[in-house]
């Protein structure tokens, strides 16, 4: 018992001499009026009155804060989730209406061009060293059959290599065993374009040949795959060496290659 109020003595002291000035407020109050201890009890009085209704005021005041806080926290937590929520729906918008605008496109060239055509999703493709394909998602079910057309709106892709029941590979333009019979359609010079994996090259054009940078290159339907007029690639480079009877020639195809999601199988 002793320890216990040796290690608290000056709580207790306090609480004595708290009891102390109330006692002696209380004895000295006579009709209303404090005697001579009126100034001294008083001050001191409320000097402790002041500290308890401060530190009290105090923890109010933090509590309110912490409150204030607390509830500024969850609207910020919850405006945010909303505001994910909303950019989310946003984006998923953005790309139907961006497919809905590529699948527009795509069927009014399909209605203005009278080749049959089938129109599928790209699920795959694969480029390498030595070759430049994509898988498609419809095959011999739709009646689509090996080297038919492959196009888009913008120009030519490629031609199908390989007919499944329920899909196809289409071997690309860039494709090195991919050629194509194509013409300039500035001056009608032909040529055969053949795939490099980025670009193409067109080949066995004569050294005299009239070919310029920035001329388009278009199908001239005689290797029996693609319809004539198409838009292949535009011609990039050109460059003559005297020792060779043909020029070299290269063309960057129209079509990006990386972009597509949609193309146009042609059928008949």
């Known amino acids: 018992m002793p320890e216990f109020i040796t290690k608290r003595r000056k709580i207790f002291f306090i609480l004595f001499l708290f ?5 002696l407020v209380t004895v000295q109050v006579k009709n209303g009026r404090f005697l001579f201890m009126e100034k001294p009890v008083l001050a001191i009085s409320g000097f402790f009155e002041r500290i308890i209704t401060g530190t009290f005021d105090s923890v109010k005041s933090a509590g309110k804060r912490y409150a204030f806080l607390m509830r500024t926290q969850r609207e910020n937590e919850r405006l945010k989730e909303e505001n ?3 950019r989310l729906e946003s984006a998923v918008l953005n790309e139907l ?3 809905n605008d590529r699948l527009r496109d795509a069927l009014k060239f399909k209605l203005l061009n009278a080749p049959m055509s089938v129109m599928v999703q790209v699920i795959g493709k694969e480029i390498s060293p030595i070759s430049a394909t994509m898988t498609i998602n419809k ?3 739709y009646g ?3 080297d038919s057309a492959v196009i888009t709106a913008s120009g030519v892709v490629g031609r199908v290599q390989t007919v499944l029941s329920g899909s196809s590979k289409i071997i690309l333009l860039t494709d090195p065993g991919n050629t194509l019979a194509v013409r300039v359609q500035r001056n009608r010079e032909e040529g055969l374009l053949e795939g490099k994996l980025v670009n193409c090259a067109l080949k066995y054009v004569s050294y005299y040949a009239d070919i310029q940078q920035g001329d388009l290159l278009i199908t001239s339907g005689l290797d029996g795959i693609y319809p004539k007029g198409l838009a292949v690639a535009t011609v990039v480079k050109v ?8 020029q ?3 063309a960057k195809p129209v079509v990006g290659f990386s972009r597509l999601e949609e193309v146009l199988v042609l059928t008949k």
């Open 84 to 86: 994910d929520r909303l």
């Open 97 to 99: 209406l961006a497919e």
């Open 19 to 23: 009891t102390l000035l109330f006692w």
């Open 139 to 141: 095959g011999s079910d």
């Open 248 to 250: 070299t020639v290269v």
């Open 144 to 146: 689509i059959k090996k």
């Open 239 to 246: 460059s003559k060496r005297e020792a060779s009877a043909f």
